[in-house]
């Protein structure tokens, strides 16, 4: 901990040894602050107290306490040599040291520190007020006391000069409404950053009215302007529900920069959804038509297809929303491929399915 051999000094002709610390960042304290002096004339002169003293505030307790229990120097030197100065584990960074009164710093936060917050919420997806949370606040001020905590104001705009992107953005958008009946659209931004794909949540907000496609549009054409990057439109993408369709549109002429449906990406995945349904529809249960007689193995599916329609329905019902663009998200847009089929081809597709049918209503 000291270098090996102490110097010899006199103060006040008194003869003592001068033991200079070993550590690079030295904190003792005074005009002399790296030496401890051993006076030769007194009782304690051969005592190591006050050495061991020292390299506790410089090297850390658990340090000290580890060469103290090594076998020899040299082994001592090597646990020196290993070490960072202080130790650092949780337990020791916190651990009380002197009985003097406990302070806490109240230094605030570097630009450093301001930008991390901005980085959270950006990619966390959290909305911007959530630095008004009584939970973040407490989090951010707890042995910082003055610290400011950024505005929800100061974080969008942190957050804007995250999108001063050179390129064209990507951007993503779905809508839903509430179990309380209210109208929420969110915005998502996509782009590449040295290579890696990075996606943030743009915003999130409550439509006023219904999301109708005028709505969205002007919802979505606000959130532009508000960043400032209306003109980095490269693509949105949606569903195929016709609120969206109406959407694109509009924003054509909101949006100067937006061409329209020429850079629209439709919804790969609702895409896959929509023709999943399309080919399980040669699966619903037939309905007889005015006058027209079913044989006994269609009338047997009907009867046990009963009570499952009728739940299917009251389901149907619960999931409804009031928005109008959620109604037209089915398969009745979609072209249905046995209308081209001949008489005699519909009634062989129709007695080739029935077996499935019957077991999928069973099941």
Same mark, same amino acid.
């Given at each position: 901990f000291f270098k090996p051999i102490p110097a010899i000094e006199h103060i006040d002709n008194r003869r003592v040894h001068a033991f200079e610390c070993g550590a690079k960042h030295c904190n003792g304290k005074g005009k002399n602050g790296r030496n401890v002096y051993r006076y030769l004339d007194s009782s304690d002169a051969t005592s190591t107290s006050n050495l061991k003293r020292h390299a506790k505030i410089c090297w850390g307790e658990e340090t000290v306490k580890a060469a103290g229990n090594a076998k020899d120097a040299r082994a001592a030197r090597v646990i020196l040599a290993k070490t960072?100065?202080?130790?650092?584990?949780?337990?020791?960074?916190? $651990?009380?040291?002197?009985?003097?009164?406990?302070?806490?710093?109240?230094?605030?936060?570097?630009?450093? $520190?301001?930008?991390?917050?901005v980085r959270w919420v950006s990619e966390s997806m959290r909305p911007f007020q959530i630095v008004n949370d009584r939970g973040f606040q407490s989090l951010m001020k707890t042995g910082r006391p003055d610290y400011h905590i950024p505005s929800p104001e100061t974080i969008s705009r942190d957050v804007k000069q995250v999108f001063e992107h050179d390129g064209a953005l990507n951007f993503a958008t779905d809508a839903w409404t509430s179990p309380n009946h209210r109208a929420y659209i969110a915005i998502t931004i996509h782009f590449e950053k040295d290579g890696v794909p990075v996606a943030m949540l743009l915003d999130i907000l409550e439509v006023a009215q219904s999301h109708s496609g005028l709505n969205l549009a002007a919802a979505f054409a606000n959130v532009l302007e508000d960043f400032g990057i209306s003109d980095k439109i490269l693509s949105i993408t949606c569903d195929n529900a016709s609120n969206n369709d109406t959407m694109i549109e509009e924003l054509e002429d909101l949006v100067a920069a937006f061409p329209g449906e020429t850079n629209r990406t439709r919804c790969f995945a609702h895409i896959i959804n929509l023709v999943a349904k399309s080919v399980l529809q040669q699966f619903d249960i037939p309905k007889a038509k005015d006058g027209e007689d079913l044989n006994e193995p269609m009338r047997e599916l009907v009867r046990l297809a009963e009570n499952l329609e009728f739940e299917e329905e009251s389901l149907q019902g619960d999931r409804e929303s009031d928005d109008e663009g959620d109604k037209d998200d089915n398969v009745n847009s979609l072209e249905d491929e046995r209308e081209e089929l001949s008489e005699a081809e519909r009634r062989a597709l129709k007695a080739d399915v029935q077996p499935v049918c019957q077991m999928l209503v069973k099941v």
């Amino acid at each position: 901990f000291f270098k090996p051999i102490p110097a010899i000094e006199h103060i006040d002709n008194r003869r003592v040894h001068a033991f200079e610390c070993g550590a690079k960042h030295c904190n003792g304290k005074g005009k002399n602050g790296r030496n401890v002096y051993r006076y030769l004339d007194s009782s304690d002169a051969t005592s190591t107290s006050n050495l061991k003293r020292h390299a506790k505030i410089c090297w850390g307790e658990e340090t000290v306490k580890a060469a103290g229990n090594a076998k020899d120097a040299r082994a001592a030197r090597v646990i020196l040599a290993k070490t960072n100065l202080k130790d650092g584990t949780i337990t020791a960074a916190f $651990e009380r040291s002197g009985k003097g009164k406990v302070t806490y710093s109240h230094r605030q936060h570097t630009k450093t $520190e301001s930008r991390c917050i901005v980085r959270w919420v950006s990619e966390s997806m959290r909305p911007f007020q959530i630095v008004n949370d009584r939970g973040f606040q407490s989090l951010m001020k707890t042995g910082r006391p003055d610290y400011h905590i950024p505005s929800p104001e100061t974080i969008s705009r942190d957050v804007k000069q995250v999108f001063e992107h050179d390129g064209a953005l990507n951007f993503a958008t779905d809508a839903w409404t509430s179990p309380n009946h209210r109208a929420y659209i969110a915005i998502t931004i996509h782009f590449e950053k040295d290579g890696v794909p990075v996606a943030m949540l743009l915003d999130i907000l409550e439509v006023a009215q219904s999301h109708s496609g005028l709505n969205l549009a002007a919802a979505f054409a606000n959130v532009l302007e508000d960043f400032g990057i209306s003109d980095k439109i490269l693509s949105i993408t949606c569903d195929n529900a016709s609120n969206n369709d109406t959407m694109i549109e509009e924003l054509e002429d909101l949006v100067a920069a937006f061409p329209g449906e020429t850079n629209r990406t439709r919804c790969f995945a609702h895409i896959i959804n929509l023709v999943a349904k399309s080919v399980l529809q040669q699966f619903d249960i037939p309905k007889a038509k005015d006058g027209e007689d079913l044989n006994e193995p269609m009338r047997e599916l009907v009867r046990l297809a009963e009570n499952l329609e009728f739940e299917e329905e009251s389901l149907q019902g619960d999931r409804e929303s009031d928005d109008e663009g959620d109604k037209d998200d089915n398969v009745n847009s979609l072209e249905d491929e046995r209308e081209e089929l001949s008489e005699a081809e519909r009634r062989a597709l129709k007695a080739d399915v029935q077996p499935v049918c019957q077991m999928l209503v069973k099941v």
